[in-house]
């Protein structure tokens, strides 16, 4: 594991539920059954509506973790439209290049920033089931599983 990736897993940026978010995304993997939600909220710069802030909450892994970090903080300051562009790959770059088994893990950091911004769910992530839905009306928390 990249020492970036550590470090983004030791100390998460802007983790945890956001008030009065102007968006909110979800996504579920159906690789591994984790999940992600993050809240967006907007601000107008010039005339144009850009992302202020965004956090994240996770029921995922640790590398869901770090390339939400990343994420959450690359994103601000872009359109919804340029938000939109950016890729899993484009997300977790910061961090080096994935192993194929945690490909999906920045996919679904894609997924719920997606459904976030357009109320769609996207790509190979997605929410899949009422048990993975039904822990998000849970007390918040973060659960935080260690793969080797
Ligand atoms: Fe499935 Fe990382 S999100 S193992």
């Known amino acids: ?11 998460p940026q802007n983790l945890g539920e956001m008030s009065g978010a ?11 059954g984790d999940m992600l939600r993050m809240w967006i909220k907007f601000r107008e ?20 973790i770090a390339v939400a970090s990343m994420a959450t903080e690359m994103i601000k300051g872009k359109t919804p439209g340029e938000a939109l562009a950016m890729s899993g790959t484009d997300l ?8 194929p088994m945690k490909i999906h893990c920045a996919q679904l950091v894609e997924g719920a920033l997606k459904n976030a911004l357009t109320g769609e769910p996207s790509g190979a992530s997605r929410p899949s089931g009422p048990t993975l839905s039904d822990s998000f009306h849970q007390p918040a928390k973060v659960t935080i599983k260690l793969h080797s």
């Open 92 to 99: 977790s770059a910061p961090l080096g290049p994935l192993p």
């Open 22 to 32: 102007d968006a909110v995304g979800t996504a579920g993997s159906s690789d591994c």
């Open 45 to 64: 710069v010039g005339g144009r509506k850009v992302i202020d802030k965004a956090t994240f909450q996770s029921f995922g892994c640790q590398t869901a």
């Open 1 to 11: 594991m990249s020492d970036k990736i550590e470090d983004a897993i030791r100390n």
